[in-house]
């Protein structure tokens, strides 16, 4: 089974058991003028990842391993977004208002999809989620009992809501996670610090962390 370095213990896998998984790499969050930027960010603090994560996505295909995107959003009538989140903040734009990408975070929409160099592929999952979670009100477990996947490689944004609370979801399932930090982005560069490091802190207490062409290289050698 191929072994990568990783914080803060080298992470085996095998292709049987492993999934990777792509966290709302949409264009409202990566995009200038989508819900990101409505909320006061630097959308330019996520886009680093998308040269990484397409070349990962191309090492994972190409080895004919299991990948599930994940988006972030709601139904057009918004009937499945609390009121509470709805509310949150002050931002210049709610979800379901009309932004730069058609309403914001609202599936259909233009600004709802993945970026264009990320795109999914026939026979890839694509996971609609209308919370932070990739469990929560989604079928991901189903799918990766399906799948029977054990072993999560974890990417996409951002590295302290969506990636977080999705490890530390599957984490309490007993998959075991490892975060590729390249991968993930955060619109503050202190959180993507803090947030790697609490991840791997404690011995790994609720994941690993590595960089992408580790594993990448670790595919090849499989090969
Ligand atoms: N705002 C922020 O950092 N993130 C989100 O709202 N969603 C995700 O992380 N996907």
Redesign the pocket.
């Known amino acids: 089974m191929p072994t990568v370095d990783a914080r803060p213990a080298p992470f085996t896998f095998d292709n049987d058991s492993t999934a990777l998984l792509v ?2 790499m949409q264009r409202d ?1 990566l995009l200038p003028g989508g ?2 930027e409505s ?1 006061g ?1 630097d959308v330019a603090q996520l886009s680093r990842t998308i040269q990484p994560l397409a070349a990962l996505l191309a090492a994972w295909r190409g080895a004919g391993l299991p990948i599930i995107h994940t988006r ?1 959003g709601h139904r057009p009538d918004l009937s499945d977004c609390p009121p509470a989140k709805l509310r949150r903040g002050a931002p210049a734009m709610r979800i379901g208002d009309p932004g730069a990408f058609g309403r914001i975070l609202i599936q259909g929409e233009y600004g709802h999809d993945i970026v264009d160099e990320l795109a999914p592929l026939d026979g890839e999952v694509v996971l609609d989620k209308p919370g ?1 979670g990739a469990f929560y009100a989604t079928d991901l477990q189903e799918i990766l009992d399906k799948l029977g996947t054990t072993r999560l490689i974890v990417t ?3 590295t ?4 977080h609370t999705t490890v530390r979801e599957a984490n309490d399932r007993g998959y075991e996670c490892l975060v590729l930090a390249d991968c993930v982005g ?2 503050f560069p202190e959180f993507q610090r803090v947030g790697l490091e609490m991840i791997a802190a404690q011995g790994g207490i609720f994941g690993w962390v590595a960089d992408s062409p580790t594993v990448i290289a670790a595919i090849q050698e499989q090969k």
């Open positions: 966290i709302d969050f819900f990101g909320l960010n972030e932070k996409g944004v951002t302290e809501v969506c990636v955060s619109y």
